[in-house]
């Protein structure tokens, strides 16, 4: 039977995997019970990166508690729960050293759960082994830049990356149909549809402007949409990107988009979703109150129907 892969990565200030299991997990039975097509088999792989940067984060957050001006100063949950946790975790990852480790527990956590070996993923899409399976992306925050990076970002291609990362990379990449290395572009599992919840990605196309190269996600991004879109039929690749209108982090897509992909937007149909928030905040859309309560709204997306439901239909759809 085809196995649809929906593979979840969660964000920032996530540092417990059975916290994340549980969100991701309620998440996916909801999907699951919205899929009404009893011929494929709906699987899901918990990418978990958290606990990798827990510990530098809890240190600094020690030395700033420790200043005797601490209690001065003013918003502090959210700067401890919201601002630090989000650039703590964006300033670890840029690190070379930290972005390793989570490559390397992510790759292995994708390989155990999958249920393949290496060989087996690195198979033409029509083998007997992966005939018909699929695989949606679900990533959360900054979970979707540090999917991105992995997947589309030059900067793995450095000579300075140690051996070890850069066969983790090399390996990740192969899995998905369209993104290997020339030799094998054409094997593994393609990609049915990407699913970005409070994300910003969007702010990536701020790197193409200013000319960057490390991580810029354009060229790569381009090929893997282009080789999907032949693979599909000439039918663009569905891109469903969630957002919280109180969710600080989140930012629109569809009119950035083009910005990132530079002429092959055709290749993908991307809709930003608004996820329903308290009515009564509406009241307050323009002052400090959403932004102060906006934790809560960035965590918001793992248990909405809404998005459950859009998810489930876009599996659905061949």
Known sequence: MPTDYVLFIHGVNTHSEPGFRRDAQY????IQASVK?????????????GNVSEEATKLLLEGLKASPKWSDFWFQKLRTQQILPFV??????????????????????????????????????????LRGDRLHLVTHSWGTVILFDILFAPRW??????????????????GFFGLGSQENEEFGIPVASIHTMGSPISLFSLINAAGGRSFNLTPKLKELLETLYGRRDGNPLPWRNYAHPGDPIAYPLAGVLPILLE?????????DIVVPGNSLMKLFSQTMLPLINGGDAHGSYWKSKEVAAAIAQTIQTP
């Open 27 to 30: 998440l996916f039975d909801r």
């Open 37 to 49: 097509n009893p011929s494929r088999n709906l699987k899901p792989i918990y990418l978990f990166w």
């Open 88 to 129: 703590g975790d964006a300033a670890l990852y840029l690190s070379r050293h930290v972005s390793a480790k989570v490559v390397r527990q992510i790759s292995t956590q994708a390989l155990q759960q999958m249920g393949l070996t290496l060989g087996e993923l690195q198979s033409p899409p029509d083998s007997s082994k």
């Open 157 to 174: 291609d450095a000579a300075e990356v140690d051996l070890e990362t850069r066969q983790n990379i090399d390996n990740i990449r192969a």
């Open 263 to 271: 002429g092959a937007q055709n290749t993908v149909r991307i809709e």
